[in-house]
């Protein structure tokens, strides 16, 4: 099964370059968030927040996400954080999006650059730049639709303290599957 996805997920690498994002990918991928529908109105009341330019996503069966991103307290970029994740279940294909994670106060920020490890599961279908889905996590469960570049998908209201929203950036993937996200985060 590993021989089968080493190669998908190679591509998904080549594809979405996941190196170091230069400053300007930062700034766009928050300009895109503040112009999208229901996540710009979180910028205003947030704590902090840590986005993530582009996550690559790939599975076949097993599957993995993998993405670097920095951390926003009060406006003020604090430090780097990165996630990783692998999922086990009903999956074949790959994407790529951006992800923003809104702390609502200090302590949800504390929560986050803790490191501390959490369990999801999902279901959704991507195609292109339109996306469909719901899950269930430790942080809460939501649906929603995204359709195209300037619509984030709102992956749940605050909870404990978080409120998670994405823009699929393209590929193709049906997904039905539990998995565990791992988030680090480096101070500067």
Known sequence: MLKRILPLLALVLLAA???????????????????????????????????????GKAGIGVGGAFGEGRVYAKGKHVGNTSMAQ?????????????????????????????????????ASAVAITAAAGASASTTGSSAGVSGGMKDARNVGEYHKGMATFTIVKGGLMYQATIGGQKFTYKPL
């Open 17 to 55: 370059p996941l190196t170091q994002a230069r400053a300007d990918e930062y700034s766009d991928t928050v300009k895109l968030f503040r112009n999208a529908g229901e996540s710009g109105q979180f910028f205003n009341r947030a704590y902090g927040y840590a986005v993530f330019p582009t996550i």
């Open 86 to 122: 692998v999922s086990v279940g009903f999956q074949l294909g790959a994407q790529g999006y951006s992800e923003i994670i809104f702390f609502k106060d200090e302590r949800a920020f504390k929560d986050f650059t803790s490191g501390n490890f959490e369990f999801g599961a999902d």
